[in-house]
Each structure stands twice: as structure tokens, then as C-alpha cells.
Nanobody, 125 residues
């Protein structure tokens, strides 16, 4: 059974940085796509970044390019999200997700079968 557990969220001032981590278990994750999504109150869930587990190839929606970096450590089975230059509008719950079909270039949350419980990121102005 695939399990994803996020950590690293918290309160940070605008302009600051945070690094989120997702601990993955229950599979080898070979062939999977992994992603970070976020959802702010009253807004739809949106993709922040995705990565191919096998190749490490990454994909960022246009609005996320420049301040976010996704990575994965196959040996530790973790997926990281480095966030720099944070803005108040980045405040949201951040979720780690896994797609067994490996469609790493998709930013569609419906492609992802497994989700973590989320970690809150709050950016103060």
C-alpha cells in the first residue's frame, strides 16, 4: 500500500525559503511520476511541480517556473520541494502525490492515484 507523508511546512516571512519533503513507502516507485500540488482556501488544487521517478525529468507549470525546484532521492524514497522567494500568495496546503502510470509531464491532479495528508505553508507579509 502506497503511503506518502509530507513534512517541512510552517510559517515563513515573505522572501524566505522552505524545503518540503515527502517520504514514500509501499512500492519501489519504479515508473511512477511524483508531484507536488497545493490548494489554498477557496481555490482549486494546482500543480507546483512533477518529476519522473526513473529519470528525474521535471516539469513545472509556467506559473511555477523560477522559484520552485522538485527533486527525488531514489535510495531514500523521498521527494523534495525547495521553495525560494516565497510570497503570501504561496500560502496553501501542499500535497505530495504519486501516479503509477508515470505521466510526469501532466499537471492534472486527476492523473495521481495516491496522496499524502498535506503540510501547511503560511507566508506572512
Amino acid at each position: 500500500q502506497v503511503q506518502l507523508v509530507e513534512s517541512g511546512g510552517g510559517l515563513v516571512q515573505a522572501g524566505g525559503s522552505l524545503r518540503l519533503s515527502c517520504a514514500a513507502s509501499g512500492s519501489t516507485f519504479s515508473g511512477y511520476a511524483m508531484g507536488w500540488f497545493r490548494q489554498a482556501p477557496g481555490k482549486e488544487r494546482e500543480c507546483v511541480a512533477t518529476i519522473s521517478w526513473n529519470s528525474g525529468t521535471t516539469h513545472y507549470p509556467a506559473s511555477m517556473i523560477g522559484r520552485f525546484t522538485i527533486s527525488r532521492d531514489g535510495a531514500k524514497k523521498t521527494v523534495g520541494l525547495q521553495m525560494n522567494g516565497l510570497k503570501p500568495e504561496d500560502t496553501a496546503i501542499y500535497y505530495c502525490a504519486a501516479d503509477p502510470q508515470g505521466i510526469w509531464y501532466s499537471a492534472q491532479s486527476k492523473e495521481y492515484d495516491y496522496w499524502g495528508q498535506g503540510t501547511q505553508v503560511t507566508v506572512s507579509s
